[in-house]
């Protein structure tokens, strides 16, 4: 029985062994493992936190350096205090003027804190400083922080749609390619008529007849301007218009005009 007793003793002595020499690895090669790495504190404060949470990443310049720890109200104010544990390794890369910002990683959108190296030349920051906020660069934190001006935006992009689909119902957008097509396709055709019947009157027979003319009008109008003619000595003899206005021109012959024209009148009426 005392035999029996101390098998099973040594037995359970060697299974507790292995338990604790596998929790071990598991310790060591699993997210734990930084139980024995130094650590510093930094300190940021937000107007808001924007989806993060305790746990999220630190990176700096894309290398992860820690992580959250934690988040807290600021006492008298809104801002919250952001905790960010990071590896003590990392600080003589992360010189005074250093800045950080919330951004957007992921297709799932995680959030976490990205910090912007200052000077290389400063001196590096200690355990508990505080770091600068960062005007925010990210597309997603932008957006977020105009509030209402997004929803301008979406607005407007809806609108868009809707007026793109509106244009797109029933072919139309084909329909107005297709009339402008033709309508390039008439505009052609009527430009080279007017080409054709350019090239007519200036080369053709029709062209022949049409400089004839005017060559035939030229000199016309230079026989009136000369006084040649009757239609010419009408417009260049001065005395034809003296004689016109001495015969339209004088009371007395206005009343003789006159009376001629009562007299005809009183006839037809007669008649």
Not at 1 to 12: A, D, P, Q, T
Not at 28 to 53: I, M, N, P, W, Y
Not at 163 to 169: D, E, F, G, Q, R
Not at 213 to 220: A, M, V
């Amino acid at each position: 029985m005392e035999h029996s007793l101390k098998i099973n003793l040594k037995v359970g002595i060697f299974v507790f062994s292995g338990l604790v020499v596998i929790l071990s690895a598991i310790f060591l090669l699993g997210a734990d493992k930084s139980f024995f790495t130094r650590h510093a504190r930094l300190h940021s404060e937000f107007d808001q936190v924007q989806g993060l949470a305790r746990g999220s990443v630190v990176s700096l310049s894309g290398v992860v350096v820690g992580n959250i720890e934690e988040i807290n109200f600021v006492p008298g104010n809104k801002n919250l205090n952001v905790t960010m544990k990071v590896e003590m390794a990392f600080l003589p890369r992360i010189p005074k003027g250093s800045q950080v910002e919330i951004r957007t990683q992921g297709a799932l959108g995680d959030k976490f804190i990205y910090i912007i190296p200052g000077d290389n030349h400063s001196e590096s920051v200690k355990d508990g400083e505080t770091l600068e906020v960062a005007k925010a660069t990210d597309f997603f934190n932008i957006i977020s922080g105009r509030g209402k001006d997004t929803e301008k935006i979406f607005d407007i992009l809806n609108e868009m749609l809707i007026l793109t689909k509106t244009i797109n119902a029933d072919n139309k957008v084909g329909k107005i390619i297709e009339n402008l097509s033709q309508a390039s396709i008439n505009l052609n055709k009527v430009s080279n008529q007017a080409k054709d019947f350019t090239a007519q009157a200036n080369f053709g027979v029709s062209g022949e007849k049409f400089s004839s003319s005017i060559n035939h009008l030229d000199k016309i109008m230079t026989k009136i301007d000369k006084g040649q003619g009757t239609l010419g000595a009408l417009i260049n003899d001065s005395s034809l218009h003296d004689q016109l206005k001495s015969f339209l021109g004088g009371a007395q012959r206005r009343d003789q005009v006159k009376s001629i024209i009562r007299t005809s009148i009183e006839k037809s009426e007669k008649d």
